[in-house]
């Protein structure tokens, strides 16, 4: 059998894997936070808990369904991947998340409404002077300019905080809202309020706190959400862009509604909605180098991109807004119109997290219900780094109790072995390191078990090669020989059983959930770089190993009782003829 293919430059086999090398620890050390520390979860360094309590307008208890459906959302905005470590459960009416680390505000942030409408604006003004002064905006909160995908015809930037706009039209009433008194039905909404100080306990006769928020909701629907202009320009006059919002994602999308910006530095009279965000088949994160900004680029569906055209149609030279969770996140000017191909985007000053972030959550949906929800609080590790460093111990005594035996059966290729685990195990880390920054991978006691059970894989692949080399040898093949025809059969074995392996892998992370799902990614990860490392610095180190009159010794390979069996077999084939004769 011929020699395999591949395996006649050695030395640039080596060479390109460590180029991979480099590669993967130039991104550890020169991108991200530089750190070289892979994520932990929550089993070794503990994490944040946020309790989410429902609540709804009418102040009725939540049903199951939703409590579920909202779960399964929170869970793909967090843990799209399932290797974040992050848990969300259902508790009562509760929806308890934890998340590994200590940033209680991203297990907030979790449960933001991504409740997306698209309105026209029908007025707009700065806050009436005399109020309170507008809050700072948070980083990527303020009011985002509509930047249209290429092929689109840009809109213009809003006016800038501080700046009164040319023309301040009074506020109308639009004619397609619904007449007044026409009861409508709000779309389900999903929105995480302030954390509230503990409300006393009310008096015998005073209204509970779910009838207080009831009430809130409906009057704030009754001046903000009016149909008569003079209640549309009381509320405008009136509106405070400093205080926690009561309608904040119980807005009703059939009617007009008075809002303000993300940073209050405007107060807008908005029309009913024309847009749902349901219409929104993806949204991505990116950014746009001709203006050097984070975007969140919006594709719709089919309906919402005859929507958007019509939209963009009827609304040229006005502004349209982009309202978020009851608030104005961007609200620019079509110059032209219709806007057909059923893409936009929304700008502003994002980060390249608060863009993702967004995008994250508008992609996966809105949220059946809207949330009130706790102080974060810290918690401990359910494992700790007594347990990583037992699993870490228990990964060296695996790795150290493979050499012993290739040693001791191969000699001195065990050390060739030993060379090929190490390459393998440096791979692995500087990987685990970059996933924690690309995917959110968190490791875990789980993942750490996968990781060992890799070190068997990868020396299993060993002994078949080994195994193959033998095999030739007892045929009376030479060192130099036997080496690249082993090859050739033990790569289809290794490449059967990696490929079994791999399946099992895909099959459980697929059908498990929680810390399972970190156990199959990472088999799976260390059986993919198995092969690699099989092909690019076990199979070229063997080469040269063949190639070298050092290494064909008896004594230094180990193979000497092989050679001696193909010998015996050769004399016994002999006398036969011998006797024939």
Not at 110 to 137: D, E, F, H, W
Not at 409 to 431: E, H, Q, T
Request: one cysteine or more; hydrophobic letters at 40%.
């Amino acid at each position: 059998m011929p020699p395999s293919q591949g395996s006649a430059h050695p030395f640039r086999l080596l060479g390109v894997y460590a180029a991979l090398l480099a590669v993967i620890y130039a991104l550890v050390f020169f991108t991200g936070d530089h750190s070289p520390t892979p994520k932990l979860g929550i089993d070794l360094q503990g994490g944040t808990r946020v309790t989410l309590t429902a609540r709804t307008p009418d102040g009725s208890q939540p049903s199951q369904d939703s409590l579920k459906k909202a779960q399964e959302i929170i869970e793909n905005r967090v843990n799209g991947l399932g290797v974040s470590g992050s848990e969300v459960v259902i508790d009562g009416d509760n929806l308890v998340i934890t998340v590994p680390g200590e940033d209680g505000q991203q297990a907030r942030a979790l449960a933001t409404t991504a409740k997306l409408y698209i309105r026209p604006v029908l007025a707009a003004t700065q806050p009436q002077a005399g109020g309170t002064t507008p809050q700072t905006p948070a980083p990527g909160e303020t009011p985002a300019t509509e930047t249209p995908a290429p092929g689109e015809t840009p809109a213009s930037e809003t006016p800038a905080p501080g700046e009164t706009p040319a023309e301040t039209p009074a506020p109308t009433a639009d004619p397609n809202a619904p007449a007044a008194g026409e009861p409508t039905t709000p779309a389900p909404q999903s929105r995480v309020f302030p954390a509230q100080a503990p409300t006393p306990t009310p008096a015998p006769g005073a209204p509970s706190a779910a009838e207080q928020q009831a009430k809130e909701i409906a009057d704030a629907k009754a001046l903000r959400q009016s149909t008569d202009q003079a209640t549309q320009q009381l509320a405008m006059a009136s509106m405070d862009c400093t205080v926690p919002d009561p309608l904040a994602g119980n807005d009703d999308p059939a009617l007009p509604l008075v809002t303000c910006s993300q940073d209050g530095t405007e107060v807008f009279l908005l029309g009913p909605s024309r847009i749902d965000g349901q219409e929104i088949a993806d949204a991505t994160s990116g950014l746009n180098s001709q203006q050097a900004r984070h975007e969140v680029n919006l594709e719709f569906r089919s309906a919402g991109a005859d929507a958007w055209a019509d939209l963009t149609g009827e609304y040229v030279y006005k502004r349209v807004a982009f309202v978020l969770d009851s608030q104005v996140v961007s609200a620019p000017q079509v110059q032209q119109g219709p806007q057909l191909g059923g893409r936009t985007s929304i700008s502003g000053s994002f980060t390249a997290d608060s863009a993702a972030e967004l995008a994250n959550t508008l992609k996966y949906g809105s949220l059946p219900l809207s949330f009130q929800t706790s102080e974060a609080e810290t918690v401990s590790a359910t494992l700790g780094l007594s347990s990583l460093k037992a699993g870490l111990l228990a990964g060296a005594v695996g790795l150290i109790a493979v050499l012993l035996y290739c040693l001791f059966v191969y000699r001195m290729l065990g050390l060739l072995a030993g060379f090929s685990l190490i390459a393998a195990g440096v791979a692995v880390y500087g990987i685990i390191v970059l996933l924690g920054r690309w995917i959110g991978f968190t490791l875990d006691l789980a993942g750490i078990a996968g990781l060992i059970i890799g070190i068997g894989l990868t020396a299993d692949s060993f002994v078949v090669f080994f195994e193959r080399i033998k095999d030739e040898m007892r045929e009376g093949r030479s060192f130099r020989s036997a080496v690249p025809r082993g090859w050739a059969r033990a790569q289809r074995t290794n490449l059967s059983g990696k490929t079994v392996s791999l399946i099992a892998s895909v099959v459980l992370y697929l059908l498990a959930a929680g810390q399972v799902k970190g156990f199959a990614f990472t088999l799976g990860v260390t059986t993919v770089l198995d092969v690699i490392v099989l092909y690019l610095v076990t199979a070229p180190l063997m080469m040269l190993a063949a190639r070298s009159p050092f290494w064909a010794k008896p004594s230094v390979n180990g193979l000497g009782s092989m050679q001696q069996i193909a010998r015996e077999r050769g004399a016994g084939q002999s006398r036969p003829k011998e006797m024939s004769r």
